[in-house]
């Protein structure tokens, strides 16, 4: 799956998947959402347009046809802001937390219960919910988010999550940094280890340093950064998380 700098691009790249999946309603849904952030993007206005134009009158080219397309894009729009705003979705029961989306399109984690598929994978309250299988989670409402989870035939469920450790001392070395393709991975971390008590695990991605982004900075620069007496440390990690063929909670 790709990834993209800006947050119209993620958006037209969900409409154009509903696109080609023939779901009108939640391509111009998205479309629309990518003209709210740029309202100059040149793939939004065209995908907008062509759904706003051409479908409207080619498909839908009688009044009442006409009522009843834009009723059904108001119509899952409004499903859609209900279901992001509320608190007990399926998610709670099969997979043991409760989510929302922030104002910044970001999947947060809000509560972890104990005894469950998401507190044994190793998810915490405040982690960010990058991907699932690959598939972004940013910009998703949350209906989709569920599907993704919830499949009856996935008891194994691949994700990336981002979490933010706040860390009070030194505790990686020199010999535990790598770069990679992904950006400075963490490797040689023992359970024994101070990093592995302060929450670091191996093949965890480093983003930031008390919010400064670390992709492209030598190693040496990021020891003097990690020399500091307390700072926050943004890392990427994939875990796994292994459903139940029952509902948990």
């Known amino acids: 799956k790709i990834s993209y700098d800006l947050p119209e691009q993620n958006l037209v790249a969900i409409a154009d998947k509903h696109m080609n999946s023939k779901d009108y309603p939640k391509a111009f849904y998205y479309y629309e959402k990518a003209l709210k952030v740029n309202p ?20 839908y080219d009688k009044k009442s046809k ?34 929302e989306q922030s104002s910044d399109g970001n999947i947060r984690v809000l509560k972890v219960y104990k005894s469950t598929p998401a507190y044994e994978a190793g998810l915490k309250k405040d982690d960010i919910l990058v991907a699932i299988w690959g598939s ?7 209906s989709e988010i569920e599907k993704n989870f919830l499949k009856p035939e996935e008891l194994e469920i691949k994700i990336t999550v981002d979490k933010t450790l706040h860390l009070k001392k030194k505790s990686l070395t020199l010999d535990q940094l790598e770069y990679v393709f992904d950006g400075l991975s963490l ?17 965890d991605i480093i983003l930031s340093i008390d919010k400064d982004s670390i992709r492209y900075v030598s190693l040496s620069d990021v020891i003097k950064k990690l020399d500091k007496a307390s700072y926050n440390i943004i890392i990427r990690r994939g875990m796994t998380i ?8």
């Open 242 to 249: 292994w459903r139940k063929k029952e509902s948990i909670i």
């Open 40 to 59: 100059k993007y040149k793939d939004a206005l065209e995908g907008y347009n062509y759904l706003n134009g051409y479908m409207y009158r080619k498909a």
């Open 66 to 99: 006409a009522v009843e397309w834009r009723a059904t894009v108001e119509n899952f729009i409004e499903t859609g802001d209900t279901l992001i705003q509320g608190k007990d979705f399926t998610v709670k029961k099969d997979i043991g937390m409760d989510i």
């Open 187 to 203: 490797k040689n971390i023992e359970k024994t280890d101070a990093a592995y008590k302060q929450g670091f695990r191996n093949g």
């Open 136 to 142: 972004l989670c940013r910009y998703m409402d949350v």
